[in-house]
């Protein structure tokens, strides 16, 4: 019986340490869980943020499409006014014009 005690001892001391091993792996894997669990909350929050500025954001072109619009608009409304021909000033002659060398 002495034979197989030191080899059942062996055994059991190996199983411990087995055992140890399998409560770090465990611990680690429970610290890598969290960890993932706290990445998802913070995607999530980003994606939160990102769809809100996103929903901010649109006004900015659109404002500015109506911005153009209206500027063509009173452009085209104003045109008709400064389309009117060119008539020479009747205010001038020749002797205003007698300054400037020909």
Do not use: N
Not at 41 to 64: K, M, S, Y
């Amino acid at each position: 019986m002495s034979a197989t005690s030191p080899s059942l001892s062996r055994r059991w001391q190996g199983a411990s340490v087995l055992g140890r091993g399998v409560d770090c792996i465990e611990l680690k894997l429970d610290e890598v869980l969290q960890e993932t669990s706290d990445i998802r909350g913070d995607v999530a929050d980003h994606e939160t943020r990102l769809r809100a500025l996103e929903r901010a954001r649109w006004p900015l072109p659109t404002i500015t499409a109506l911005a153009a619009v209206a500027a063509v608009v009173i452009a085209l409304y104003r045109w008709p006014a400064r389309a009117t021909p060119l008539r020479p000033a009747s205010g001038l002659d020749r002797g205003a014009l007698s300054a400037f060398p020909a």
